[in-house]
């Protein structure tokens, strides 16, 4: 029996509506029939969510302000790279999530390693954050000359990946982001 490609997207389409329908019927009706979400969990307040939210600010912050820069013997917190205002954590309690937006400033406007050093911030926070977190890293908007195109290669996952492969890529960033002992 051969099967096309699209009868397998059709079977996999019915599958995941059985699946929702599946899921909608015991999870998200109550004995009246009506929609909703049964909660189990007592919520947390606005004031425990804020506070989570300003304490992981923190710890992003305290894990990039380390990174070595790839240059010049100092951190990226010395050179002014990154700063606390330059994190910015907002929580997404509806998807139980938390977009981070972190915004770094290169030294000089035309400065090369500047991909390199959104890689390591990259790379670092994700090694070490264990929240479920949307990761965004820019550069200071006009702040370097290609910032555009810097912007799209070290938010895209696959370039990240490619660049993760390579050794003397990955020797470089594992270098910047070793924490000293």
């Not at 992003?60 to 070595?68: C, E």
């Not at 290169?106 to 954050?129: F, M």
């Amino acid at each position: 029996m051969i099967l096309t490609i699209s009868s397998l997207l059709m079977m996999f389409a019915n599958l995941m509506q059985q699946t929702k329908k599946i899921i909608q019927e015991k999870y998200l009706k109550n004995d009246s029939g009506n929609a909703t979400t049964n909660t189990i969990a007592i919520e947390a307040t606005d004031e425990q969510i804020d506070e989570k939210t300003q304490e992981l600010k923190d710890q992003i912050y305290d894990i990039i302000r380390t990174i070595k820069d790839p240059e010049k013997p100092a951190t990226l917190e010395d050179l002014s790279v990154v700063y606390e205002n330059g994190v910015e954590v907002i929580n997404q309690r509806n998807l139980k999530l938390y977009t981070v937006r972190i915004e770094f400033n290169p030294t000089v406007p035309h400065c090369s390693l500047a991909t390199l050093i959104g890689l390591s911030i990259r790379i670092k926070v994700i090694r070490t954050i264990l929240e479920n977190v949307k990761l965004d890293i820019y550069i200071k908007e006009g702040a370097h000359t290609t910032e555009e195109e810097i912007n799209k290669q070290i938010n895209d996952k696959e370039r990240v990946a490619a660049a993760m492969e390579n050794p003397s890529l990955r020797d470089v960033v594992e270098k910047c982001i070793k924490e000293e002992e």
